[in-house]
C-alpha cells in the first residue's frame, strides 16, 4: 500500500466538486461526488434516536446496497425540521438525479451544521446544475472543503495497493467534530474505491474499520444526530471479485483500516480549541470490547483532559477513569505510563517520576498508556485536550 | 418534617469535631463523628475498579452493618498508595478506637484529596486525641468545615419527623466535586439519624435515596476512587423500630430522600466554575430506568453545559444528547421545553420562540423539560454549567 496524491476523485471513475451555494455566508458549503458507474455502496451513522432527515434518507437509498452520488452541505444540519426536513432532503436528491441523470435513490444526501433551523433547500436545488458541471478528476480538496465547518485543516488522504496485479485505488474526506456555530459536532466521512468487491465483504470492511477507527476517537463525548460513514465501490479497477475474508479482501480491510484511522486522528488532533493530540493506548485487557471501553472513558474525561491541557501528568485521574468505565480489574496489577514514563507500577503511583513525567506533558502528542494486566487485547483511542479555547467556541456565538 | 438547625451531630447522641492536623497548608483538614451508643450503619460508595484504602477499610468494617465513629480526612486521598496506604488507613481507624474506646472495626475512614501521595499518618494519628476532645453537639459544622476541599459552600443540613409520637432526627454533611488541587473530584457524604430502624431498612433507604439524590448530579461526569456515602442510626430516638416497607419507613424514607436531593442540588450548584445551576427533568420514559439515563446524558453534555454557560436555547445539543443516551424513543414525539418555554415540540424546533427562549436562559437556574412521549416514568437530575473557570481551576493548579 502506498500514499497517493488527492482523496475520493483519486480512485478511477469518481469525480468530486465543491461550490458556495449561499447557506454559509462565506466558504464552500455544497459538495458532490460521483462515479461515473454505478457503485456498491455502505455506510454507518448515528445510533442518535434524533437522526437528521438526511440520514434517514441516506439509510432508506442505500438499502439496496447500490449508490452512484453523494451531496453533502455543510451549514444546516436540516435536523428537527419535521416532515418538511425529509421533504428538502428528498428535493436534494432528486435535484442531483436530475443533473446527473442517474436513479433518485443512488443519490446519498448528507448535512452538516445548525440543528432546528430550515434547510435553504432552494439554494442547494439551485446550485446543483453548477454543482454537477464543476464535477472533476482534481476536485476531491473542493469536496473535503465544501463538508468543513469549524475544522481549521482540510482532511483528504488516499492509497493504492495492488489487488492480483491491478491497482486499486482508495480515497477519502472527512470532518470533524467541529461546529458550525452555534451548533453541533458533526462527523462526516466519505469514502470512495475503484476496488471490485462484493457488497457483504465491503459492508464487513467499513463496519471494522469504523469500530477502529471514527468510533475510537472523541473530542467533547458528544454524539451528533448527523454521523455519518459513506464507502462506494465502483469496481473499474478490474480487479477479480474481493471476497470477505479472502487474502485480498484482507489487504483491501488493512489499506481501509490506515486511511480511516489516519482520518480520525486528524478529527482529534483537529479538535476545537485543542492545543495537544492524546492517544490512549490500552494493553492488557481481558477483550477488546473491554479495551476500547478503558480508552474511551479515558479519552472521553474531562479530568484528563484539562490535565492535559494544564500539562499535569495527573496520573489519579487516568488510573480514575480507567476505573470508572465499568470494566473491572485488579487495580494492583495497574500500569501507566505517560510517553513512555512508567508514572504507576503495579498500582501504586511512583512519585519519584513526576518530574520526569511532568517533562513529558510538555510536548504536543502525549500517549497514555494503560495496562490492566489482565489479558492479552488492546486497543488505541484518540483524542485532544480540553482547553478554555473550547468553551469560548462553544458558550460564545454572537 | 421540618428543617432544623445543624447537621451531623443534630440527631440525639451524636457528637463531631473538626480540626487543622496539617495535611493542608491551612483549614480544617480532619472530621469526626461520634456516636455515644453503637448505631445501625449501612454505606454506598465508588463503583470504581480502582477503590482508595480507606473505601477498602470502611467496606471492610461495615461487614457487621455496625459503626460508632467515622473520620474523615481532606487534602490526601490516600489511594494509590499500595500496601502502605491500607496500613495508614488501619491506624487511623486504631487510633479513634483508642481514643474512643470503641471496637476499631466500628471506626469508619473517608478520605478525599490528592491522589498518589503518600498519606501523612503521623500528623492524623497525633491529632486524633484532640480532635476527639473537640467532639460537641454543636460541631457538625466544624465537621462539615473539614471535609471541604474546593467547595465554596459549607454543605450541612438536617431535619425532624415523627414516628408513633416521638421526635426522629437526621443530620448530614456532604462536600461535593471540587477538586483539591491538583486531583480528584470526590463526593463524600455523611449522615446520622437518632432513628431506630432494623438494619435492612436503613440499607434499603440509603439505597434507594442515593439513587435519587448523588447518583443524579454530575459535575464533569468522572467517578472519583474515594465516593462514600455513609449513614448511622443510634436508635436514641426511642421510636418503636422501624421496619421496611412500613409506613413510619416511608415517612423516615421521604425524609432522607429530601435531604439528600437538597444536598446533591447544593453540590451542583457549588460545581467547580458554575455560573449557572441546571435541573434536567426528564418525564414521559418507559422506565425510571430509561428517564434516568436520558437526564444524566443531558446533565453530562459538554455541549449542553457550555451553551448554557453562553445562554444559549440550544434544542439541538439538548435533542442530540437525549437521542444519544441509548434510550430508544420516537423522536417526532419529543417536546423539550426551557424553564416553561416549549421550544421543540413534537420534534419539530420551534424557531418563533428562540427569543423568549433566550430570555430564560439568562436566568441563574435554568430548568431543561424533556418529554419523550413513550412512556409514564420520569426522572430529574442536577448539574451545573461548563465555564471557562473550570478548565482553569482543572489545568492550572500550581
Redesign the interface.
Known amino acids: 500500500m502506498k500514499i497517493i496524491k488527492g482523496s475520493v476523485a483519486a480512485p478511477k471513475g469518481f469525480f468530486a466538486s465543491g461550490i458556495h451555494c449561499g447557506i454559509k455566508k462565506k466558504g464552500l458549503d455544497l459538495a458532490l461526488i460521483f462515479s461515473g458507474v454505478p457503485a456498491v455502496a455502505a455506510g454507518v451513522w448515528t ?5 437528521a432527515a438526511p440520514v434517514l434518507l441516506t439509510e432508506a437509498n442505500l438499502k439496496d446496497s447500490c449508490a452512484q452520488a453523494i451531496i453533502a452541505n455543510s451549514g444546516n ?1 436540516n ?4 416532515k418538511a426536513g425529509v421533504e428538502w432532503a428528498k428535493q436534494t436528491a432528486a435535484s442531483v438525479s436530475g443533473a446527473l441523470c442517474i436513479d433518485t435513490d443512488d443519490v446519498l444526501v448528507a448535512s452538516t451544521g ?5 434547510l435553504p433547500a432552494a439554494k442547494i436545488i439551485g446550485a446543483v446544475p453548477q454543482l454537477a458541471k464543476s464535477l472533476s478528476r482534481n476536485g476531491g480538496i473542493m469536496a473535503a472543503k465544501a463538508i468543513m465547518t469549524t475544522d481549521l485543516v482540510v482532511k483528504e488522504v488516499a492509497a493504492s495497493l495492488s489487488i492480483a496485479g491491478k491497482t486499486v485505488r482508495i480515497g477519502a474526506i472527512a470532518k470533524g467534530s467541529g ?1 458550525i456555530y ?4 458533526t462527523m462526516l466521512c466519505f469514502i470512495t474505491t475503484d476496488a471490485y468487491i462484493e457488497s457483504a465483504a465491503l459492508k464487513a470492511s467499513l463496519k471494522a474499520a469504523t469500530e477502529k477507527s471514527f468510533n475510537m476517537v472523541t473530542v ?6 448527523n454521523d455519518t460513514v459513506l464507502l462506494l465501490a465502483n469496481g473499474m479497477a478490474m480487479n477479480p471479485l474481493i471476497r470477505k475474508g479472502s487474502p485480498d479482501y484482507m489487504k483491501f480491510c488493512s489499506a481501509l483500516d490506515f486511511l480511516m484511522i489516519s482520518l480520525a486522528k486528524s478529527v482529534a488532533r483537529d479538535g476545537e480549541g485543542a492545543s495537544k493530540f492524546i492517544e490512549v493506548n490500552v494493553t492488557g485487557a481481558k477483550s477488546t470490547d473491554e479495551a476500547r471501553k478503558v480508552a474511551m472513558e479515558i479519552a ?4 484528563v483532559k ?2 492535559v ?2 500539562e ?1 501528568p ?4 487516568i ?11 485488579d ?2 496489577k ?1 500500569n501507566i505510563s505517560l510517553n513512555g514514563v512508567r508514572v ?1 507500577c ?4 511512583r ?1 519519584e517520576l513526576r518530574a520526569a513525567a511532568k517533562k513529558q506533558m510538555k510536548k504536543k502528542e502525549v500517549l497514555i498508556g494503560v495496562d490492566l494486566g489482565s489479558g492479552k487485547a488492546s486497543a488505541t483511542a484518540w483524542t485532544c485536550d ?3 479555547r ?3 467556541i ?4 454572537n
Chains 1, 2 share one sequence.
Open positions: 445510533t442518535n434516536s434524533v437522526k444540519a435536523c428537527m425540521n419535521g445548525i440543528i432546528g433551523k430550515p461546529m452555534p451548533n453541533m459536532a467533547d463525548g458528544d454524539m451528533s444526530t472521553n474525561s474531562n479530568l484539562t490535565a491541557a494544564g499535569d495527573n496520573v489519579g485521574r488510573a480514575s477513569s480507567a476505573g470508572a468505565s465499568g470494566v473491572k480489574f487495580a494492583s495497574l504507576v503495579s498500582g501504586s503511583a512519585s480540553l482547553t478554555e473550547y468553551i469560548k462553544n458558550a460564545r456565538y
